[in-house]
């Protein structure tokens, strides 16, 4: 097949529908232009990465087309070459576009970015298109470096050339590599190139340029577009004007596609706006991850500008990255999508039982099978087993489950073969780390906690599935690692679990986050955790961006190092989770909104990879629209803040809500149970809050064990309820905010451990739900805490007491 990618050149006045389309009105992220911060407009077949200066790369999977997308202007009368990038002003993210804007004192530019969606094929994956505005004739220069680049690990064809083709008053270039079967075209509307090395010069390699006039008094109101189109088997000719007609109907359809994203997927409503608007870019971050490959869908696990690679992010398609992420998707209740991921899986799945770890848009053009990256690591295999559940209990699709049933039992067994005294371990792969300067581990805790739930979960699917044997040992088995996990994991002296135990018996004591994985499904804790809990919400662990994944007391911490100390919403979303379900609601809380904030720190609408564990700051490397961060937004609050567990095949709905302080409402919108689509209501009556479920499409329901067709939940609110709020501090600073260690209500009393930096003093916000209550070691004046901490380096603690 002709592989061919077209930037062509057509008739402006062809794309003047454009200009009577306007962005459907709701989310956007509008703000002044940092160049250093990167963006991301990316589809099923394409995508368009860069940063704010507005330079980018083109890609229409799995092909980079070009890169260093730059442009300069010369304006009638003004005789002094202007570097328009140097203009960025202000940037607009919506779901359905990216636009940046240019302003001089002459003329502005708007340089507009969709990936088209709605559509099964569209002609092209990603389009760019421009309008202007000028005081005066205007001279435009865009410059680009071709490239031509087949995505990792996929051979290329060498450097590109470009050919110059007149196509009456205007023309394109051809990029020809040493393949003649893979080439491309680039044009745009009324252009005329600039830089062309003759034959007889010196060989040099200079940028390609398209050149173009743009007159105020005949040019306004015209839009300007890049076409990008891989080649069919049409003349180029037909497919260029094809494509020259689509572009309208592109755009129009990926903004009513947004328009109506949320007509049946999940919503809250809140007194905090900002964080009602994370939950919806966390859910359009994570649908953006969907990629095409071959017709199947796929989901990807990151992206980013490739600078002079052919890696662009994480742009290719992960086992646990997806299997991580369906839980949020099927909180969001957009249950086609989780079979899509898991489809796609499915089919990969070895024939042994194991779950794919990594597999290359560019996996068909190499012998990938012989690569060690397909089945690299471990945990996909129990998670898939895990996920499997998760998307039977929210959607209740037992059909789903008998068509994969051989599929799930197949990975269920791949684990019970790769065990060391009864509990997986990583002979068969990495875990979790991937380096880890003690030695690579032999049975992380990680692994163990995961197999355990996996156990877990096989037991729910096999009673569904009638087999009576397998639900019953598959039970057993999850008991006896249960056992286990707290025989030769947990360390009394240090009251932590370690790290990892060795295949001598030892443990690797190191102290990290990865026992917070054991509260993951909800159906299993670790039981002596509260000192660990305590000391992840300490500074030791929590900075006030997000959570470490050791301690930094550790020989080996290094606060920019992939796993030894860096910070991942992952782990903060793993470490709210826990704390939500270990009753740690003020910290849980805390590690929510860190990641609810980063929604708006780099890539505006998605979270980033990972952070520097000392500094607030993203890694270099960090992969800055990372579908597992955003999947940290949704999940702490679904499933910790409002405590939302589904069990769709009895139409049960169960709620523990832990609503901040300041709340005195919130409702969800299109909460999905099974086919049911629902909204739930809170609100504060009292010392009480009511919770409401009332369904959509008016079939009964049952909240908890209150059935109906809008079944009501009374539930006892705590008596006293602390609200410590966060903010996410400014670039580069370090950790200095308020941390809520514990948390511990008895009779007529409860306790709070806080811990800040010494000799400061905060005021909090405090809701009494009984009477005649005292304070301890702090200062209460109606509503508000004063609290003072005593002097001394570093952070100190103090306990606050209420009683009444």
Known sequence: MLLTLIIASTAAAEFDPLSTLRPVPGMHIDRPAEPRMPWSVAGEHGALLGDESGTFEAWLWPVKILSHFAITAELAGYPVPIDVNHLAAEIEVSPAETVITYSHAGFTIRQHMFAPRGSAQPVTGAVVFFDFAASRPLQVTFSFTPEMLRMWPAPNFGRPSGEWVQDGASGFYILHTDDPHFSA???????????????????QTYPLQLKLSFDPAHDTGLEFPLILAMRDDQPAAEQIARIDSAIPNLYAETQQYYAHFFDSRLTVQTPDKRLNEALRWAEIAIDQMQVSYHGEIGLVAGYYSSGDSARPGFAWFFGRDTLWTTYAINSYGDFPLTRRALDFLIRRQRADGKIMHEFSQAADAVDWKATPYFYAEADGTPLFVMAMRDYVRASGDLSYLKENWDAVRKAYAFTRAHTTNGIYDNREGTGWVESWPPGMPHQEIYLAALDQQSATAMSELAELMHDEDLARTSKLTAHDIAARIEHEFYDP??????????????????????PSVAWWDGTFSLPHAEHMLSRWASAEFSTDWGT?????HTSFYDPISYHQGSVWPLFTGWVSMAEYRAGRRLSGYAHLMQNVGLTWSQDLGAVTELLSGEFFQPLGRSTPHQMWSSAMVILPLLRGLFGISWDAPDHTLRIDPHLPAEWDYATLHHLHLGRIDLDLDFQRKGTELIAQAKSVSGQQICLASVC??????????????????????????????????????????????LAAWGGSSYSLRVRLNVPHVSVGNAVLRGQELSVEFPAGTGYQTKTVQFLW
């Not at 745009?188 to 010196?202: F, K, S």
């Not at 370690?498 to 443990?507: I, K, M, T, W």
């Not at 470490?548 to 930094?552: E, F, H, L, T």
């Not at 067709?709 to 600073?733: C, F, H, M, N, S």
Request: hydrophobic fraction near 35%.
């Open 185 to 203: 075209v680039v044009g745009m509307p009324r252009t005329h190139p600039g830089i062309l090395v003759p034959y007889q010069e010196h060989p």
């Open 493 to 514: 002296q240090a009251q932590f679990y370690a790290f990892s135990r060795n295949s001598d018996g030892v443990l690797d004591r190191t102290a990290t986050i990865f």
């Open 548 to 552: 470490r994944d050791i301690s930094d």
């Open 708 to 753: 109906g067709l809008e079944p009501v939940l009374r539930i006892t609110l705590p008596p006293i309820e602390l609200y410590a709020p966060v903010k996410l501090p400014l670039p580069g600073a370090t950790t200095s905010l308020l941390k809520v260690l514990d948390e511990h209500y008895g009779p007529h009393r409860a306790e709070f451990t």
